[in-house]
């Protein structure tokens, strides 16, 4: 069983064969997403997973699961669909940064309002992949590509403060080559009711390789990057002596041990808090003035649609005088002609 | 009661409520025809709404009127111009002087009729009826509301409620016109107001006044007597096309055994096919209103995808968003029904006004070979029909399927004759029913070519579908040059063998006319009321209606070979005939087209019948 237990990703895997470049980060959250399967025991007959287009939503190809590879921008209205008709399902969006934010900008923030329960993962390569290299909606002020030459002169939008200005109720952050990390995140999305949105900052090798790099990288990465626990003090670094306070209105980074500061003074996530101002915070945070926040940001409760969708159709069923077509047809102003 | 007073019998009258937006002319229109059709008569509506939602008041722009044609026989059309006109206020005259047969009835709120209305409805002089030269006009200059607050006095009204009240006087005086039993009305209005009683009681005090005030006139002004139709026995309501399509679906969901799901979103003049969905929570109706139409689409091809019968509802510019969807839904093989209740176009064009003029786009509006089938309605009360036929194509030859309707046909009304649901035929959703593992993705039925259905959450049938070129057999992506092409023409070849399951094109009149008349959707029934006044005066005439656009229904070639003359006539610049064209070239078409946002009238169709027969 154990040995079983090691390779039941395999379950998920489809028998075709993997098509994105050698190197490129999406073949990891391939793994982590299959790992999250089999840890969750999700029968793969019971999960859909639906993406629109660039190369990450290549992904539904490379699954054993239920699987549609749509059109641009699309697939969370699609994912939508596919959960109101069938709301028993475990239903995935694999979504790109350009497919998600530019063309699917408009879908993306509604399907977060309303809080269906899809699981997003967002695969944040700061580029449009699969068209060859132009700076996407997420590219950093300034980037030069293909399309920009002479830099962007345009800020990028963040995901994080985006899902939370769309009423967001869940945003998690991960790196496509820590799988473990990536596990945990997804199974986080998983267990979440409600949409739920996994930013994953993926590398593309090609056309924008080493785009994270400042922070993703062994050397750097534990003193760069913060992984936030609900219920543990926001402590980073290689020596985990540096730690989150509140200073005034704003995060502050200080050193446990500086200037009087202790571990009780540093902050304690509640990634369940409803109010969402210190996840905005700490989802904005960006280095070289902060470390990124990795790991679960906000996961708190609020309605799902999917589940109030049925729960009104039950009540009115119940109440409604009218019970078939028939009676509907004949109800209201109806003559006879004898 | 002195009997000296003139009635008209009458074959069929056209009747036109107007007045100012506030005025409750739909409401006066819709009493007046349930209770005509309650009387037995025929009767088709349809109501004119302005433009604006909230036009100033008196103007032209602000006029709001309901058209009724009743008859002894069968009425296809609201009839092209109006016995009976009812002007609520100057503008309401001013709107619809082009609209009156001649020496028509016109009844007026001379009330209304002060320096302020007239001027604002662009009258230069303070009577209108010299004016606009009315002289030969049998007019009925009634004090509609003096006589409202005259009986109303004594009730505690609010000045507003009374004035609401007008268009009650204006409809006792009509059913006066009419010998029409008032109770009829009384009863219907008792029913609308039951849970204002006072209301309802002043509602029918005015209706009574303005019933009697007819009988006082009597002496003076003639009445009309139209004896009820011969209608085939059954139960009855009045329904406009947008209704019948939303019921339409339901019927198609409960035959097949599917849930229905709508994905829409707002947009005039199918938002209430929305709407009437959305009611109807009761009979587990998934309704989506979507953040636009892209979304709307593709939440109903999410929803197919997962086992429900995705629909969705638009018009043209909405069409337009939903394009690259359709293709996606041509390429999944998935069924879906897209309804499109044309309007004027292009652009946002005229948005409560009718036309036909997104056939081309139904047709082609797609990139690649991207074919799908399209069908019309053809009158308010077979929206009801053709959407459920619309729903089975496309549940049982897995494709989607474009429903077009109009503007015209989603706001008429005509009374309906509610059908057995044992007269319509079960709805067989294709299934995948071969075991698990000898099963291929897109294997296709021989006959209608359409591939099997495995529902996401059914073990063992988990599978990728998507809008990336397809084997022709495992559906898995492929680039072959050589399948590529294969599917295009196994793609097409399967909407071409829709046209085995359906009916045959119908000729209408004279098997042997020298004019065969062509028409496609909502045209129908002016097209069939030129024709039957045409046969009656002895000229030999036919009509080939279609409903079927594609795949033409198989004997279309035949139909159409047998005729010299054929004109094709359509509310565009000949979109259809063009297609026609396309698939028989050696058919030589003439065609009539009109695009003003306006249905065709009868009067325009038989001159221009009658010029053809002429040379
Ligand atoms: C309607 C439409 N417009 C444009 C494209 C071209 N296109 C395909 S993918 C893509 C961008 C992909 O970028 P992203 O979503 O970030 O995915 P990535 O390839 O980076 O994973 C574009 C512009 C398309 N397929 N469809
Ligand atoms: S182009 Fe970039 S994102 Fe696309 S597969 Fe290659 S490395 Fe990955
Ligand atoms: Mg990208």
């Known amino acids: 069983m154990s040995d079983n237990k090691k390779l039941a990703f395999l379950e998920y895997k489809s028998d075709q064969n993997v098509r994105w470049c050698p190197g490129c980060g999406d073949h990891a959250i391939l793994n982590s997403l299959q790992k999250t399967m089999a840890e969750l025991k999700i029968p793969n007959d019971q999960i859909a997973v639906i993406s629109g287009i660039g190369c990450s939503s290549r992904l539904p190809y490379y699954m054993s699961t239920y699987g549609f590879h749509t059109i641009h921008g699309r697939a969370s209205a699609i994912a939508s669909g596919v959960k109101l008709a069938n709301p028993k399902l475990s239903v995935w969006q694999i979504t790109g940064d350009g497919d998600a934010l530019a063309i699917g900008g408009n879908h993306f923030i509604h399907v977060i309002r309303r809080n269906i329960d899809i699981n997003i993962i967002l695969f944040n390569n700061q580029i449009y992949g699969l068209t060859k290299g132009q700076y996407s909606p997420t590219s950093k002020r300034g980037f030069i590509s293909k399309t920009s030459p002479f830099g962007t002169i345009e800020y990028p939008f963040r995901p994080g403060e985006l899902t939370i200005g769309a009423r967001g109720y869940f945003f998690a952050r991960t790196i496509d080559k820590e799988i473990k990390l990536s596990v945990e995140v997804m199974k986080a999305a998983s267990k979440h009711k409600g949409t739920s949105i996994v930013e994953v900052l993926q590398n593309c090798v090609i056309y924008n390789d080493n785009t994270h790099r400042e922070i993703t990288d062994k050397k750097f990465k534990d003193d760069r990057t913060i992984v936030l626990e609900h219920g543990k003090p926001m402590i980073f670094g290689k020596n985990r002596n540096k730690g989150l306070v509140l200073d005034g209105t704003r995060l502050k980074v200080v050193t446990i041990g500086e200037g009087g500061i202790t571990e009780n003074d540093i902050l304690v996530h509640d990634a369940h808090c409803e109010d969402p101002t210190i996840h905005l915070k700490l989802a904005d945070m960006e280095y070289p003035e902060f470390p990124v926040a990795l790991g679960v940001i906000r996961d708190a409760e609020a309605p799902v649609y999917d589940q109030c969708f049925i729960e009104q159709m039950d009540k009115i069923k119940k109440e409604s005088k009218i019970k078939s077509f028939r009676d509907l047809v004949t109800s209201g102003d109806v003559w006879e002609v004898k | ?615």
């Open chain 2, 1 to 615: 009661m002195a009997k000296k007073s003139k009635v008209i019998e009458k074959e069929e009258v056209v009747v036109r409520f107007s007045g100012d937006s506030g005025d409750g002319m739909q409401l006066t229109g819709s009493l007046f025809s349930f209770s005509s059709a309650i009387y037995g008569n025929d009767i088709s509506t349809f109501p004119d709404f302005p433009a604006e939602i909230r036009a100033p008041q008196g103007t032209i722009s602000g006029v709001s009127g309901f058209q009724v044609h009743f008859g002894h026989s069968e009425v296809y059309t609201p009839g092209d111009k109006a016995d009976v006109l009812v002007a609520m206020n100057p503008a309401a005259l001013k709107a619809n002087l082009e609209w009156l047969k001649p020496g028509a009835t016109i009844i007026l709120d001379v009330d209304s009729f002060d320096d302020k209305n007239l001027a604002r409805a662009g009258y230069k002089s303070n009577d209108p009826i010299e004016e606009d030269n009315l002289g030969s006009y049998n007019i009925i200059k009634a004090p509609i509301t003096t006589m409202t607050r005259e009986s109303l006095k004594d009730m505690g009204l609010d000045n507003k409620s009374i004035l609401r009240s007008k268009n009650m006087y204006a409809l006792g005086l009509v059913f006066w016109l009419f010998h029409r039993p008032i109770k009829d009305a009384e009863h219907l209005i008792r029913e609308k107001f039951a849970k204002k009683e006072k209301i309802a009681e002043a509602n029918v005090r005015v209706l009574e006044a303005g019933y009697n005030y007819g009988v006082i006139i009597q002496a003076v002004t003639p009445s009309y007597h139209i004896s009820p139709a011969e209608i085939k026995p059954g139960i009855y309501r009045n329904l406009n096309g947008n209704r019948a399509i939303a019921w339409g679906f339901l019927l198609a969901a409960q035959k097949s055994g599917l849930e229905l799901f709508l994905g829409s979103y707002p947009i005039t003049p199918a938002t209430e096919i929305l709407q009437e969905l959305s009611a109807r929570k009761d009979l587990g109706v998934k309704v989506f209103q979507a953040e636009d139409e892209i979304a709307a689409i593709s939440t109903a091809i999410g929803a197919s995808f997962a086992g429900n019968l995705g629909i969705t509802s638009t018009s043209g510019p909405g069409l337009a968003l939903k394009g690259e969807a359709l293709g996606l839904a041509v390429m999944a093989e998935l069924p879906l029904v897209v309804v499109d209740v044309q309007r004027g176009g292009p652009s946002t064009g005229l948005p409560t006004k009718t036309e036909q003029a997104d056939l081309n786009q139904a047709l082609y509006g797609r990139n690649g070979e991207s074919p799908l089938v399209v069908m019309a309605a053809s009158s308010p009360v077979n929206c009801f029909d053709y959407a459920f036929y619309a729903a089975k194509i496309a549940i049982e030859h897995m494709t989607p399927v474009i429903l077009l309707s109009d503007g015209f046909l989603a706001n008429g009304t005509q009374p309906w004759r509610i059908p057995d649901e044992d007269q319509f035929p079960d709805i067989n959703p294709p299934y995948v029913n071969n075991p698990a593992n000898q099963w291929n993705v897109y294997e296709r039925d021989p006959e209608r070519l359409n591939r099997y259905w495995a529902i996401p959450g059914t073990p063992g049938y988990q599978h990728r579908i998507g809008g990336l070129e397809k084997d022709y057999l495992t559906g898995e992506v492929s680039y072959d040059h050589h399948n590529h092409f294969k599917m295009v023409k196994m793609r097409q070849e399967k909407i071409d063998r829709v046209a085995d399951f359906i009916p045959p094109l119908e000729v209408h009149g004279d098997q042997d006319a020298e004019l065969l008349i062509v028409g496609w959707g909502g045209t129908f029934g002016h097209l069939l009321t030129a024709l039957e006044e045409l046969q009656k005066e002895g000229k030999k005439v036919a009509l080939a209606h279609f409903n079927y656009i594609n795949p033409l229904p198989k004997n279309s070639y035949d139909v159409l070979k047998r005729f010299r003359k054929i004109v094709v006539c359509e509310l565009n610049m000949g979109q259809f005939a063009n297609y026609l064209r396309s698939k028989f070239p050696d058919v030589l078409l003439r065609q009539y087209n009109k695009v003003e946002g306006l249905p065709f009238t009868v009067g325009e169709l038989k001159n221009h019948f009658e010029k053809i027969l002429e040379e």
